[in-house]
């Protein structure tokens, strides 16, 4: 028992004791164990160190063998080391000169490029100075320029313009000339050319100086070449484009509508490009023209697209527009828009005649409506589909034929009212026509409202009632040169025109006689091989330039007068 506790302890120190006597147990048992191990240990001991003794008396051995190889071989190795550091010795000495010489001259060279250097920075420090001196010179002749060709389109324009008014008042022909690109029938076989000219056959000759200059080189065998110029007012090169080309005629279709007729004509040889220029790109199948690509249109349906964009600036109803599509071929006119009993269109033969005031009429001829550009072009679509086509060595689906598409503007003008309605118009106008069995469509002349379908100065009815003033935009695609003795006649003044030797000098005679405002479009090939025509078409543009008329009349479009 614990003193003072009042616990007995004496189990507990009784199973303390009995613990460590078995770990005491324990730990003897392990002594014993460990004891035994010592003694095999130094067993195996004793025998490895026995087996020591004899590997060290072997190692010793070995050792004094290798000692005495290697003193054999040392003395040996010692010469050949010795003879070796010689050489390299003598391999330095050479090396330590060469690097001398070639440090002297790596100065050397050093000094002369750093000379060159240092004189060429000189020379391009120079150069920049002059180089800076000369941009400030080329910069104030920039500014000179710009100010001189500033000037100069100012006068350009105004030497135009002063130029246009003189044609104004001498009743001048205007020409334009068209110098299409070299296309592939250029060089195709159209006949046989020699081998030694076939280089001088596909060669181009006809050039656009400027915008007033067609530029020709003439090259004939034996003869030294010649340089000709032909001056008219407008030359487009082979890369201007057909909004380029419309964008001169343009105005013209404003004076239309002022009271002028006007005449747009294109004139060449076979594949020139005198359809495409005033149509655009022909179909294969026939000569209508496509319409899907806007920018490829030619004068004809651009000028309609036009008109109807100017007419639709102007008072409603104060205007109608009627097509005919006519085609002179081996000296007769046909009617292109003429209709069967059936409403089929076919190509029917008119006659031209001269009325009383002495301008000319075709009777009988089709006069269609229509009220937009989309119409307009449809109907000369079909009309051209019965257009006579004659292959050429030039161009396979080329026509022979002349083709005049007219549009007649009608405009209704009063004293006290400014456009009637349209309408209105051709309500009375359906009174008074008579209805033909075989062409039902077409209007006829009457005694009331119409006058005849020429050009001719505007013929009024009563100051009560609606004038009519018609103007007339004729586009011709001319396939000849019927009218050369015509204009050589007028510009020579002589007292008889032979208008009547041909139908076509005949139908176009207000035009080319001085009652429209006139534009002949040359167009020509750039190619040698077509020289000669070239050279025809250019000759009759000057002589179409130099015909004098006199001053166009305008047809009197009457105001309207104020209510009292």
């Not at 770990?23 to 035994?36: A, D, F, G, Q």
């Not at 009271?259 to 020139?272: D, F, H, K």
């Not at 104060?318 to 089929?344: H, M, P, Q, T």
């Not at 989309?374 to 026509?399: C, D, I, M, W, Y």
Request: with cysteine; hydrophobic share 35%.
């Amino acid at each position: 028992m614990w003193p003072g506790s009042g616990l007995d302890l004496g189990p507990v120190w009784s199973l303390r004791a009995r613990q460590l006597e078995q770990r005491l147990r324990t730990k003897e048992e392990r002594i014993v164990v460990l004891e035994t191990e010592n003694a095999l240990l130094h067993l195996k001991l004793a025998e490895y160190q026995g087996f020591a003794g004899r590997s060290t008396d072997e190692v010793l051995q070995l050792y004094s063998a290798h000692r005495q190889q290697q003193t054999l071989q040392s003395s040996s190795l010692v010469t050949q080391l010795h003879r070796a550091i010689q050489r390299l010795k003598q391999d330095l000495k050479s090396l330590h000169s060469f690097a001398l010489e070639l440090s002297k001259d790596f100065q050397h060279q050093c000094k002369t490029y750093l000379y060159q250097v240092l004189t060429a920075v000189q020379r391009i420090q120079l150069q920049n100075e002059a180089m800076q001196m000369f941009q400030i010179k080329a910069f104030d002749l920039e500014q000179s320029l710009q100010e001189v060709t500033e000037r100069y389109e100012k006068e350009k324009h105004k030497r135009r313009a002063l130029h246009n008014s003189l044609v104004e008042l001498r009743g001048n022909i205007r020409v334009h000339c068209r110098i299409r690109p070299l296309l592939a029938f250029d060089t195709a076989a159209g006949h046989t050319i020699p081998q030694d000219r076939q280089r001088n056959f596909s060669e181009k000759v006809a050039y656009a100086a400027d915008d007033e200059t067609v530029l020709v080189k003439c090259n004939r065998p034996g003869h030294a070449s010649i340089n000709k110029t032909f001056q008219f007012e407008r030359v487009y090169n082979a890369s201007e484009s057909q909004d380029t080309v419309f964008a001169d005629v343009a105005p013209l279709l404003t004076s239309l509508l002022d009271g002028y007729n006007v005449c747009i004509m294109a004139y060449g040889q076979t594949g020139s490009g005198k359809t495409y220029t005033m149509l655009g790109p022909q179909l294969e199948e026939n000569f209508a023209f496509s319409i899907e690509d806007e920018s490829e249109l030619g004068i004809i349906p651009r000028a309609t697209q036009e008109v109807f964009r100017l007419i639709s600036e102007k008072p409603p109803g104060s205007y109608w527009v009627e097509v005919s599509v006519v085609e002179v071929y081996n000296n007769e006119i046909f009617d292109l828009l003429a209709k069967d009993s059936c409403g089929r269109v076919f190509g029917v033969k008119r006659d031209v005649v001269t009325t009383r005031e002495g301008k000319s009429d075709v009777p009988l001829l089709t006069y269609e409506t229509v009220e937009n550009a989309s119409e307009f072009l449809h109907l000369v679509n079909k009309g051209l589909q019965l257009r006579v086509r004659h292959p050429t060595l030039v161009h396979a689906h080329s026509s022979r034929s002349h083709l005049v598409v007219t549009l007649t503007i009608t405009t209704i003008v009063s004293g006290d009212n400014f456009g009637i309605s349209w309408e209105d118009e051709l309500t009375s106008q359906k009174r008074n026509k008579e209805v033909s069995c075989t062409f039902p469509q077409k209007m006829r002349e009457n005694k009331s409202t119409f006058s005849s379908r020429a050009s001719s100065p505007a013929q009024f009815e009563t100051t009560e009632k609606p004038k009519q003033i018609k103007t007339r935009l004729q586009l011709v695609d001319l396939a000849g040169s019927e009218c050369v003795d015509v204009l050589g006649a007028i510009a020579e003044q002589r007292s008889h025109v032979p208008y009547r030797n041909s139908k076509l000098t005949h139908l176009l005679q207000d035009a080319v006689g001085g009652d429209a405002k006139l534009l002949v479009m040359l167009c020509i090939s750039p190619d040698q091989k077509y020289l000669a025509e070239s050279m025809q078409s250019l000759g009759f543009g000057t002589r179409a330039r130099q015909v004098q008329r006199g001053q166009l009349k305008k047809k009197n479009l009457p105001v309207p007068s104020k209510a009292k």
